[in-house]
């Protein structure tokens, strides 16, 4: 029966520059009693969560370190047939657990846990709270036997207030020949995105995706709900390729794949969102006291392009005046609105309803509708009177036509 043997972190040397957004990738390794690998797993990996400090919320992202390590307490399981798992450890007792399982066709990582100590400074700096923190989540990262999972695009995994994302990935379990197979499966986001698209001569413009899905955010602090908003939102960013030409990629926020958080304070309510592809969108509502007005007033934004030259995409603006409406009442529009937030990164909002600071009873106040649906109101409204005015001047018309027909006989 083979035991639980030596775990050791082998750094591929010729993989330094792999990880686009997230550290290097590293190949992790776990063995028998007789020194023969059962799992090996090469991947980079960002995590991101939030946690209470003295001052509020704060969210946190990181990176899995470069000095991670696989624990002694992985295991290759029974005779290599039976449950497997894969322990990495890094700073003050965190750890990031790859639980296996396998049939007679397929293995699987059937469960994820990620165990964060609050008190690890690193990592969580200010943190109110030293509690030591586990959560848990099952996945969708499965191969055949004897062949090794491979996904190059972003795979997401949420666990509860936590989400881990893994890039560039090659994880095999149940290995056969101490190595990893020549054969490989491929992750569902590779065949929806190809690895590599074949590239023209001349990049040919980027296609709209669909309008967004329309989701229900809400943010609630000590006093209750200080911001609800239903909105369907399209990233628009203008960006460099690694081949130096300049595009405009168009993407949607998916809802059910983005974690949502926020903060309230007397002066200030903050929506984040954080989606695929690292993708972190944050919304900072302000307020006027003299006109009694709130309004968008910050958005802050990154996402992970892997085809940038410059693969993080960063930007931000805090001085704008979008989404504004009375204190106690709530924004609406339901026409498409533009945000340009800087010259390379704009915002398109579908069907938005929004409110903050002032939310009486969880339900939207009194609606102020935006200046875009008013305008298309006008319209068929100047259509429909000019149409009267025609039928009008032709009624009139007909009218003095017919007098002056009648006028031309006399009565005999």
Request: net charge neutral; hydrophobic share 35%; with cysteine.
């Amino acid at each position: 029966m083979a035991a639980p043997g030596g775990a050791r972190r082998q750094p591929l040397l010729l993989l330094l520059l792999a990880g686009l957004v997230h550290s290097a990738s590293a190949v992790f390794v776990v063995k028998d009693g007789s020194g023969t690998a059962c799992i090996m797993a090469n991947f980079s990996a960002g995590f991101f969560t939030n946690y209470d400090t003295k001052s509020g919320s704060k969210n946190v992202t990181f990176d899995l370190p470069s000095n991670a390590e696989v624990l002694n307490s992985s295991s290759c399981g029974k005779e290599n047939v039976s449950d497997s798992s894969l322990v990495i450890a890094f700073g003050k007792g965190n750890t990031l657990t790859l639980s296996f399982t396998r049939n007679a066709t397929r293995y699987s990582v059937q469960m994820m846990h990620f165990v964060y100590n609050l008190s690890d400074t690193q990592f969580f700096p200010n943190a109110s709270s030293k509690d030591v923190k586990t959560v848990t989540s099952a996945t969708d990262i499965m191969a055949d036997i004897n062949k090794k999972y491979r996904c190059v695009s972003s795979n997401q995994i949420h666990m509860n207030s936590v989400t881990v994302t893994f890039q560039d990935t090659t994880i095999q379990a149940y290995l056969s020949n101490n190595t990893f197979s020549k054969e490989e499966t491929h992750c569902a986001q590779d065949e929806h995105s190809p690895t590599v698209p074949p590239t023209p001569p001349h990049p040919s413009p980027t296609l709209a995706p669909e309008s967004p899905s329309v989701y229900k955010y809400n943010v609630s602090g000590a006093n209750g709900t200080c911001l609800l908003a239903n909105m369907g939102l399209q990233l628009n960013i203008t960006y460099e390729k690694k081949d130096s030409t300049t595009v405009t990629g168009v993407f949607n926020i998916n809802p059910n794949k983005t974690l949502a958080s926020g903060s309230c304070t007397a002066q200030k309510v903050t929506l984040e969102l954080w989606s695929e592809n690292s993708t972190f969108l944050a919304f900072q509502f302000g307020m006027n006291a003299s006109s009694s007005r709130f309004f968008l007033q910050g958005i802050q934004f990154n996402r992970t392009l892997p085809d940038a030259k410059t693969p993080t995409f960063q930007a931000a603006n805090d001085s704008l005046r979008a989404l504004q409406a009375t204190m106690g009442n709530s924004y609406k529009c339901n026409a498409e609105e533009h945000i340009q937030v800087t010259k390379a990164f704009s915002l398109n909002v579908f069907q938005v309803w929004v409110q903050a600071f002032q939310v009486e009873g969880d339900k939207f106040g009194s609606v102020e509708e935006c200046q875009l649906d008013e305008n298309n109101m006008l319209i068929p409204i100047a259509v429909g009177g000019a149409l009267a005015g025609l039928v009008l001047i032709v009624l009139i018309a007909y009218l003095i036509g017919r007098k002056r027909s009648h006028a031309g006989y006399q009565t005999i």
